[in-house]
């Protein structure tokens, strides 16, 4: 890949795709393609057949995906599973179609098994129950990962599978239902400050273990891979650490200087109690995260202050 090697980014307005944007504009990528999603409605095939057929790109990153936090999976199961199902077989097959020498493929932590054991090795995969509340969304990111495998053994391709452990960072949805914890937190914590509020509700025990990279850390990780790796496997992107939703939530509320008590929510789910990722494989390759958690929460923090609803 040079710098002025045709790349597309699908999704180059969410979380992940804007940090890659960043990163390869950083970079000097010179001939970047891309399509809002009014532009081009991945779902849809023959919509991405033709953009195939005319731009040509030679390398890809798959970023586009319906992605949210635990209540949103649980709540749209049906909308997760056609909507990453529909872009990962179209963007994939056209691909192969249209002769793109690499393409990268973004999955998630939660394709492993629930009780996997701990920190998650790469060979985890399908060995056992997935956690219930994301199944349709995991399935469908299974599925994603099995496409490229296949496209390589049976046509030769390149195609290659991060599996990013949970992401925060600007762009983030804030959305106080159908968030991530990281940026829901954020948000409520802010919002209950303002609001002199008493306390903040946290869901579920506060017990479960999460780890947490910048996604700028990814896109990173993510344009050494497509340099250095070649590989049919997955490979896992993380930091190595994790911390409990109870410790988040303290380091969220010293961050935005909230006074008052946090209060947990005992009805709403925990999800899987731990899912912390083996970053041996990665490590080995010679990349490591750069960025602490404290950091990056302030980062993503003054970003939210900067770019929220009604700034
Ligand atoms: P998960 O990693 O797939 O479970 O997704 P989430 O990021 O949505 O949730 C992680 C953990 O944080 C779960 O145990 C949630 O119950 C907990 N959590 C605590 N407060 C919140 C909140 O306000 N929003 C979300 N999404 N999760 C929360």
Redesign the pocket.
Known sequence: MDKSSRIYIAGHRGLVGSALLRKLRSERYENLVLRTSGELDLREQAAVREFFRTERPEYVFLAAARVG???A?NSFPAQFIYENLMIEANIIHSSYLSGVKKLLFLGSS?IYPKFAPQPIKENSLLEGKLEP??QAYAIAKIAGIEMCRSYNTQYGTGYISLMPT?LYGPEDNFDLEN???LP??IR?FVEAGRENRPDVT???TGS?M?EFLYVDDLADASLFLMKNYSGSGPVNIGTGRDIS?RDLALMVKKITGFQGGIVFDNS?????PR?LLDVSLLNSMGWQAMTGLEEGIRLTYEWYMQNRPGK
């Open positions: 936090g635990i209540h999976n939660c509340t994301n949970n968030a991530h914890v829901a937190l409520k946290v869901w579920g479960p999460r939703i709403k789910p925990d999800g899987t899912k």
